[in-house]
C-alpha cells in the first residue's frame, strides 16, 4: 500500500470509529496512536515520498481563533523552531493572536525535544506548573508535540499522569493542528495522533517568521542512525524538498527583505540522495541559492560524511554563501566514532577539514563534541584533544553522554563514571575557551561587516549583531541599526563576544 492509501485507511477508520466514540465509554487510543515502536520507525521502506501541497486549514475552521490567543513553548534545535513557526502561521490563519502570558492563552503547546533527557525533564516540570492553570481556567486547550511525543514511554506517561493535557500529536502530525483543534474542541477526551511513519512533505503550510532571520527547511528526517540519537526514529526517513519548491520560498523570502537564511535539515549534505528522477545535490542547490538577492546564506547540520567535493567548490564561490561551516565531529577516536556508527574516521574527517581550508582559507569552522560515550578511554579522550587542537574550532557545543531510552547505544554499558565525565567536559571546554580566545584575537583591528540584532541581551546600551562567520559583536550605535549590515572594527576581542567601534551604518557590499 502506498503512503497515501495508508493515511486513506487510517482516517476512514479514524472516522468509523468517531462516530462509534459516542456509544464508548472508554476511548480507543489505538485509533490515532500506533505506538512509535523503535522497529517500526526504522524501518526505511521503498515507497515513495508523497508531496501535498493542499491547505491544511479546513473552511470551518478559518475564522474559529477570532478574539482567542496562543503561545507555544518551543525546545530543542531550529527544526524545533521553525516547526512552531509553522504552527504559529496556522493559528494565525485561523485567527488566534500570539501571547507570552500563560493567563492570557486560550492555547498553549509544548512543543518539545527528544535529544537529552534534561529537556524531557523541562517539559514535565512545566505541565506540572500548568496543571493549575488548566484548573483555574478549564477551556484552555493544553497540547503536547514534538519529538517527545513521538515516543510511546511519553505519550504514556501523559496519558495516565497529566489526564489535563487535550492534544498530543507527533512530527508529522504539525500539519493536522487544526483538525486536531477541532477535535479537542467538539469532544470531550484527550486528542492523540502520532503517526509512526516515515514521513512525507507538506508543502504551502503557512508559516509566522519574525525578524530580518529565516529557516528555511530543505529535507526531513535522517537516515544516519548514529547509536546515540533519537532523531531518525522521532523525524522519520531522509527526504528533500523539490528544488523549484525550496528555491521559489527563497525568492519570496528576498522580495520580503529578509537578510539572512539558513537552510535547515538533520543532515543538509544527503539532501537531493532521494530524488530518483534528477541528480540534484546539496552543492547544486547552495549553487542555484548563490544567485537569489539575500545577502547571506547558512545551513546546519552537516554530517561529514556526506560533504561532498561539489559543495566545497561552490562554497568557495562565496559570495551570498558564508565562511561558516558547523561539522560535527562528536569524537576524534575513529574506535569511539564506530561504536557512535558515524560512519567516518578521524582520517575523513581531518581530511575534509584540510580540503575546506584549502578551498577556503578563512572558513570558520565550528562542531558538536560528546565526552563519555560508552567505553571512552583516557587515550581515545586524549583523540578527542588532539583533533580539537589540530582543526582549531572557533567554538563548539559539548555534551556529556546520556543514553536516550530506545536508541542501540542506551544498550552499551555506561560505564564511564560521571566525574570522569565532567571532568573530560572541563578539560575539553577549557581548551576549547583557550583557542577561541586565541581565534578571535587574530581580529583585532579587524574591520568586519555586521548583521545588527538589536539591543545586546546583557547590556542595553550597546548593539549586538553578527559577522558572516556568526560571531556575536558588541558596539554602541543608534537602535535604529537594528536589522542593517554595519562596519565594526573590533578593539577588544574576547572569547565570546568581539567588543568594537561601528565605522560607518552605510551597508556593507557583499563581495
Ligand atoms: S546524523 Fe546522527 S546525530 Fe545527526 S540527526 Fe542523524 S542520527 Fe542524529
Known sequence: MTGCGKEVELLKKELTLLDEKQTKSDKDYSIYFQPPSLKDAKKRGKEDIAVHYESAIPEDMKTVGTGKK??????????????TEVMKGMLEEMGYESTEEKLDADIILLNTCAIRENAEDKVFGELGHLKTLKQQKPGLILGVCGCMSQEESVVNRIMQKHAFVDIIFGTHNIHRLPVLLKEAYYGKEMVVEVWSKEGDIIE?????????????????????FCTYCIVPYTRGKERSRRPHDVLAEIRDLARQGFKEITLLGQNVNAYGKDFDDISYSFGDLMDDVRKIDIPRIRFTTSHPRDFDDRLIEVLAKRGNLVEHIHLPV?????????????????????DLVRKIRVAIPDAMLTTDIIVGFPGETEEQFQDTLSLVREVRYDSAFTFIYSPRDGTPAAAMEDNVPEEVKKDRLKRLNDLL???????????????????????????????????RTNKLVHFRGSKELAGQFVQVTITEPQTWVLKGELVTSQPAKVV
Open 330 to 350: 562528536q569524537s576524534g577516536n575513529t574506535e569511539v566514532l564506530k561504536l557512535m556508527s558515524r560512519k567516518y574516521s578521524r582520517e575523513h574527517y581531518l
Open 70 to 83: 496562543y503561545l507555544i513553548r518551543t525546545y530543542g534545535c531550529q527544526m524545533n523552531e521553525h516547526d
Open 204 to 224: 504551502n503550510l503557512p508559516k509566522k517568521r519574525e525578524g530580518m532571520k529565516a529557516w528555511v527547511n530543505i529535507m526531513y528526517g535522517c537516515d544516519k
Open 433 to 467: 575557551n583557550v583557542i577561541s580566545r586565541e581565534q578571535n584575537e587574530q581580529l583585532r583591528g579587524q574591520t568586519l561587516e555586521v548583521l545588527v540584532e538589536g539591543e545586546s541581551r546583557t547590556n542595553p546600551d550597546v548593539l549586538a549583531g553578527r559577522t
